[in-house]
């Protein structure tokens, strides 16, 4: 079984400071992680993937994420906030049995509130 | 704009009622999902079809179901409808199964009166 943890349901930051979502995950096989994005009244966009390539992953808009597979952890960072970066992001997982269930394992989503 | 498409974008029905959601598909992906969204339970995997076929069942109910058809579109019917379906339902695709990545439609908002 998968599962995810999202370890802060709310995070608020400055324009221009850098933003740290934290991610945790739980996978009995070699996990695929993704982090999606929703705005307010929007559908989910990807922000970026791992497939068990680099560890390090880069995304759109500036942001990144690191795969520590010793920590479980796949935590999403940018350097420097921007108003539009306002949304609620989640944490996904899928395991790649492949052949089995495909659908996404989703965090319970972190508010990302930027202040002017 | 992700490419794939859902109707009707909202819906507004009773209890007991029965109502069918609709997704296409990206063009040339084989596998579509459906996810429910709501306040209390967040998002959760309904189901997923590939090339026609159930490939995979999550937490869905007995009172819904789905279909994906020959061109590829896909139907969510749900039935018996009670005030806690209310939700945001999302329909996503990918090129195959397996652990790629899925995109994601608009979704369509359901609520039961």
């Known amino acids: 079984a998968q599962s995810v943890t999202q370890l802060d349901s709310h995070v608020s930051v400055s324009e221009g400071t850098p933003v740290l979502l934290r991610c945790n995950y739980s996978s009995s096989y070699s996990p695929s992680l993704f982090w999606y994005v929703q705005h307010p009244n929007k559908g989910l966009q990807l922000l970026l993937k791992?497939?068990?390539?680099?560890?390090l992953v880069k995304g759109i808009n500036g942001f990144e994420a690191e795969f520590k597979k010793s920590e479980t952890s796949f935590h999403l960072t940018k350097p420097s906030a921007h108003m539009s970066d306002a949304a609620e992001y989640f944490c996904v997982v899928s395991d790649s049995r492949g052949g089995g269930a495909d659908g996404l394992t989703f965090g319970k989503g972190t508010h990302l509130i930027i202040q002017p | 704009d992700s490419g794939v498409t859902q109707t009707p974008k909202h819906l507004i029905t009773a209890t007991g009622q029965r109502v069918t959601l609709r997704c296409s598909p990206r063009s040339g992906d084989l596998s579509v999902y459906w996810y429910q969204q709501s306040l209390d339970q967040g998002l959760q995997f309904l189901i997923q079809y590939y090339n026609g076929e159930e490939r995979a069942k999550g937490n869905i109910l007995e009172r819904f179901s789905a279909q994906q058809f020959p061109d590829l579109h896909s139907e969510l019917n749900l039935s018996s409808l009670e005030l806690g379906d209310s939700a945001l339902y999302f329909c996503?695709?990918?090129?195959?199964?397996?652990?790629?990545?899925?995109?994601f439609g608009p979704g369509t908002r359901l609520t039961v009166l």
């Open positions: 996503a695709s990918s090129v195959t199964g397996g652990p790629y990545e899925q995109f």
């Open positions: 791992y497939t068990s390539a680099a560890t």
